[in-house]
């Protein structure tokens, strides 16, 4: 399973765009990226997948350079409660034996 | 349901006893996931199901630990003869096909051993 390297935590103010970089150097051709935000006394909740290029809903963006060997996760206009655990994941998501990896995540902190 | 259900939300045992913690998915969610969490850190992969079958228990850390799935839906986690470091808040977690990294999560049972 490849490894992902993300920032331990992050600071930034309310309004602000946050940027997410996680490295995943070993990455596999069938592997997809995905995040997870989790909340004080919560399960994660899935955020975004992709597997190249740019993916985008309605909470955040995924950008993902040609190589793959990182990804960056963008949240516009943060608000306070955008304060939480941010996981990213690598993993093939259509094998049947391919299991769910997290790491330690990053966690973020929005201030007024 | 709506969503995944775990019972009960918060379990305390004395040093040495059996527990049982139980994990309702989505209906009609083929892969189950048990994880562990301690405070500080991420979830901790214990096993995970496809159907009543464990697809990969390679996260179970020692023989205290059983889970089992029997009709491919509800789950229950074993910890027998519980240790202070057993302590922790365990997740359970499904998705609607396997090896899917699309997973729901429950909102977990916080098990303290004392």
């Known amino acids: 399973l490849a490894k992902t390297t993300q920032p331990i935590s992050m600071d930034s103010y309310e309004g602000q765009e946050v940027n997410i970089t996680c490295s995943h150097n070993?990455?596999?051709?069938?592997?997809?990226i995905t995040w997870y935000q989790q909340f004080p006394s919560q399960g994660p909740r899935f955020i975004i997948q992709g597997y190249k290029t740019k993916v985008t809903n309605e909470v955040a963006s995924l950008f993902i350079p040609a190589d793959r060997k990182s990804s960056t996760l963008s949240l516009p206009r943060v608000s306070l409660s955008d304060t939480a655990v941010y996981y990213c994941?690598?993993?093939?998501?259509?094998?049947?034996?391919?299991?769910?990896?997290f790491g330690s995540g990053t966690r973020l902190s929005i201030r007024p | 349901g709506a969503g995944v259900s775990q019972t009960p939300s918060n379990k305390v045992t004395e040093k040495g006893k059996y527990v049982e913690l139980r994990c309702d998915p989505i209906?009609?969610?083929?892969?189950l996931y048990w994880y562990r969490q301690s405070l500080g850190q991420g979830p901790e992969f214990l096993i995970y199901f496809q159907g009543t079958g464990a697809a990969d228990d390679s996260g179970l850390p020692n023989d205290r630990f059983f889970a089992v799935r029997p009709e491919g839906s509800v789950s229950t986690l074993k910890i027998q003869r519980t240790e202070r470091g057993d302590s922790a808040v365990y997740l359970c977690?499904?998705?609607?096909?396997?090896?899917?990294?699309?997973?729901?999560f429950g909102q977990g049972t916080r098990l303290t051993v004392v």
């Open positions: 994941l690598v993993g093939d998501n259509r094998s049947s034996a391919s299991k769910i990896i």
């Open positions: 209906s009609g969610h083929t892969a």
């Open positions: 070993n990455i596999a051709t069938n592997d997809y």
């Open positions: 977690a499904s998705s609607s096909q396997g090896g899917s990294t699309e997973a729901f």
